[in-house]
Every structure is written in structure tokens, then in C-alpha cells.
């Protein structure tokens, strides 16, 4: 049965808007969770993951003006691909927005790449305004868009050609492939020092997506899978010393040299192990909610987050995560379940589980690993949070800055994800 690809909400005002950069082309083959395409809001561009896999067709044209709602693609099954003979893009379903010239030519072009830079919003309407070529210009935005300022100095000087750039180069390299090593996805390019995330239990690399729709950050973001979690080895590591290796062989395989590592929940207290063994060159560590400072865990969260199996049976348990139910997203819930029908990652993170949490306690601490560090680290925690307790923050070490968030649950980065974004570009600026 075709999978519908839906145009979302992502503000609270939006009725209406566009794909600005499609990642995929027509008759690609997509697998749940990949970055299907962006839509620009006011504050960041975001990116809309495919809730299902299979072969994608019935593209929308780039900048078409659809409502909140409407199909943009579907998602085909390699047997409905054969049968579907009519590969080009879907009717739109339209706005009360006219569309203007620059939309209906870009309705023509339908699947087709961008063959310039993906201009913001606003550096859009500077050009049209000023009379800009966006072609010629360079972008100095995250992934090299154009931003207003682009556009401003290219009234200044004559445009210069388009810089070339590809993921597949210098420190974007794909991970080197190995049995012993971790998935990792470059989910950010930049400059500067690049920072390394680890998600927490039962997740994946890309849980920390949300973060980014916080606002600009200017740092490239390296995000790994946890062992026997995501497209990661399905083995389960004897303790948090065993993972802190596969991360550090994987930082080696990446040939990542200084960075700032950043973790979430169980992530959180494997990045702190990371930093304790010095084997890499960690220069500024940001917590979000990190297990390992007391043995006290949710233990019915733990188990009924990994023992269910439908939508309806998911959803109460990812609403744990939470202080407000509603930041549990459909789609979330239908990333999940499309996990578990995975059997052998269901019994992977089932015996990660075992080992990491038996008996309904955290078999590890970082408490002294948090002492010992040179550097001042941050930590976020939610006072609402009701996977870990909040009280396990006391007591903290004196070079622990504690942020505690108010109406947050265990998912600070995405529940506050300004908020989450400004400090941990913070201690990126700082190291």
C-alpha cells in the first residue's frame, strides 16, 4: 500500500507553504527516517524525514504553494513501482496564494535539483527586489545557502561563481566501514570545530534533527548510532567502557581531531566516559538529561517502551519522555513502530536494556567521571523529567553548570530546542 508523504505543520501559524530543497529525486529509493526534503520557516530550514520506505514518486515541484496537509509524494513498494506508470509530479493541492511566476516555472521543472543555492526566504525576496543573481553568488549559510547578507554584498561586487561543495569531501567523508564500527550521518555542515552527538536509549542518530529546528547554528554535527540501536552493529557491548571504544574507533575511522561531544539520556553519561578516557581530543562537553548520576530510572518506561508493538500501545510511552504530551508527534510514533517490526533490532535494544538497566537501575555511574574532567561542563535536565529523576542533579561537581528547565521533561533539546541550541553553540564559541 503506497505510503503518503504529507506536506506538515511547523509552525503554529502556518496554514500554507513550500518544499524549498527536495534531498531525493524521483524514483529513488528512501528508507525511513532519511531527509526527504526542507521547508523554510521564519527561524531555520527544516527537514522532513520519510515516515516509511520504498521507492518515492510523484514529486512536487520546489516552491509550489501547497496547504498544510497536502501530498507532496508517496512512498511506492518495488511491486506497486512497476505498476505505477505514470511517474510524473502529483496534482497540488493549491492555497488561496496565487502562484507567482518563479512557482509555476518551478512546477515545470518538477524533480529536477536546484542547479543554484538554496536561497532563504528572505534573501529570495532581496534579489527579486535588487535584481540579484542568486546563481552567482556564494552562500555562506549552514550547507552554503544564501543568506541576506549574501545578497547585500553581491550589490557591492560582482558576483561570484558558485562554490562547489559535496558532503563526500575532506571531513565529510563517510564513516569507513567496519564491523566494529558505528553509523554515523553528518547531519550539519559548517566551520570550526565539529560536534559530535550521542542519542539516548531506544532512539537513534535521528533524534537530535528536532534540535536543529531551534534556529542557525554554525558548527558541523557529526551524530552517531548508539550499539544495538539504529543502523549501528546490533551487538551489545559489555559495559560503558566497550561503548566508549567503538565511539572513539569510529572518531578515528571519521578522522575527527578536537571536538565538543554532546549526549543525550544514556548518550549523555557515555559522552562523559568518552571525555574521562582522553583518548579523544574533547574540548567542551553539553549533557541533555545524562543517565549515570544516580541508579534511579523509570523501569517500566524502559521495558513498555520496547515491548510495544502498535501505535496506540507506543504513544503512552513516548509521552513519558515529555512535559506536554503534544511534542509527541505522529510521525514520531510511526518511526517507532516501524522499528519494532525490525525483530532483531527490537531484541538488540531489549538485551541493551538488560545489561545497561537490570533490575530497573542504571548499572553504571559518571559521577566521578564528571569530577575529574578539566573543562567546565553543562548539563540541561528537566525538572519535569520522569525517565530519570531530577533529583540526581544534586550535589553535581563544582565545574558542572547545571541549566534546569522549567515545564521540560527528558527531552530538553527538542522540547526547548532554542533554548538547547544557544547553549550548546555556546560552549561550541567557547571552546
Known sequence: MPINVIFPKVSLE?????????????GDTVVQGQVLFEIDNDKAAVEVESPGSGIIRHLVGSDVEVEVGAEVARILAPDEAVADAAPAAMPVVQSAVPATAEQKVAAARGTSR?????????????????????????????RSRVQKKDVLAGLAQPATAR????????PFAPAVAGSQLLNAVWLRRGDGLPVVLLHG?????NNWRGLFAGGRSAFPALALDLPAHGQSPR???????????????????????PM?????????????RVARRAQADIRGLCLFAPAGL????????????????????????????????????????????QQRKDEDLTAAIAGFANRF?????????????????????????????????????????????????????HMPHLEKPELALRILSEVWRSA
Open 163 to 170: 562554490a562547489a561543495a559535496s558532503v563526500a569531501e575532506g
Open 235 to 257: 551487538g551489545v557491548p559489555d559495559d560503558l567502557d566497550d561503548m566508549a571504544e567503538l565511539v572513539e574507533a569510529t572518531l578515528a575511522a571519521q578522522n575527527i581531531g
Open 201 to 205: 536509549f531506544s532512539g537513534d542518530l
Open 357 to 409: 538497566f537490570p533490575d530497573g537501575t542504571q548499572s553504571f555511574s559518571v559521577a566521578a567521571d564528571l569530577a575529574k574532567l578539566p573543562q567546565i561542563v553543562r548539563v540541561v535536565f528537566g525538572r519535569q523529567d520522569r525517565v530519570l529523576p531530577f533529583a540526581s542533579t544534586r550535589g553535581l561537581p563544582d565545574n558542572v553548570a547545571l541549566h534546569a528547565f522549567d515545564a521540560c521533561g
Open 294 to 337: 544516580g541508579p534511579q530510572i523509570n523501569a517500566p518506561f524502559t521495558e513498555g517502551v520496547v515491548r510495544a508493538r502498535s501505535a496506540e500501545s507506543v504513544r503512552p510511552w513516548l509521552e513519558l519522555l515529555v512535559h506536554d504530551p503534544a511534542t509527541i508527534s505522529d510521525a514520531f510514533v510511526r518511526a517507532v513502530v
Open 14 to 26: 502556518m496554514a500554507s507553504g513550500s518544499v524549498s530543497r527536495w534531498h531525493v529525486r524521483e
Open 114 to 142: 536546484r542547479a543554484m543555492p538554496n536561497p532563504t526566504p528572505l534573501a529570495r525576496r532581496l534579489a527579486r527586489e535588487y535584481g540579484v543573481s542568486i546563481e552567482g553568488l556564494k552562500g555562506t549559510g549552514p
Open 260 to 272: 565538543i561531544l554532546a549526549g543525550h539520556s544514556l548518550g549523555g553519561a557515555l559522552a562523559a
